[in-house]
């Protein structure tokens, strides 16, 4: 992962593919991610950090269970105390709404800005969820455009800093 990202993703927890290769959204709705990100200028490799709530693959991709993702949520807090990104954008209902702390669905939450410990987090579709509905698209790109000015607003002011 990139140290002080620009952005970091958190997701719901490994499927298949990552839990074979130990490594997050490399599967197909990763792949998918990968596209979102690079809309807005936003990559792995470059600038951003990409984790999941829980660590270990639920059997058969069903939600983690309110004990198991008790059991990882503090090492989620502590990654995120330590990369300390710029942004967070999480994906989908699980991740949203654990960070949000709301049981609420992620299509009410989404649409707005929230904060987590002071960083600006922005909830959309888990991109899972945008492969089976296409409708889904058009609302996460709104989301995406968002957080792509805020990035743009952060980097001004990054500019700005160091001048
Ligand atoms: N879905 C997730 O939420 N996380 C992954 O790492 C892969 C698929």
Known sequence: GVLDPLGMVIGEG?????????????????????????????????????????????????????????????YLREQIELIRPRTILSVGR???????????????????????????????????AVLRNPDLRRPVWEDLKRLGALFEELQSETEQTEV
């Open 94 to 128: 699980i991740a949203s709404g654990l960070l949000i702390g709301t049981p609420a669905g992620i299509g009410s939450l989404r649409g707005r800005t929230y904060y987590y410990d002071g960083i600006p987090l922005i909830p959309t579709y888990h991109p899972s």
């Open 14 to 74: 490994p499927g298949a593919d990552e839990d074979r290769r130990g490594i997050p959204f490399v599967g197909r709705a990763g792949q998918y991610l990968d596209k979102w990100l690079d809309a807005i200028e936003v990559t792995r490799e470059k600038n951003a950090f990409i984790g999941n709530i829980v660590k270990c693959r639920p059997p058969g991709n069903r939600d983690p269970k309110p004990v198991e993702s008790d059991a990882c949520i503090s």
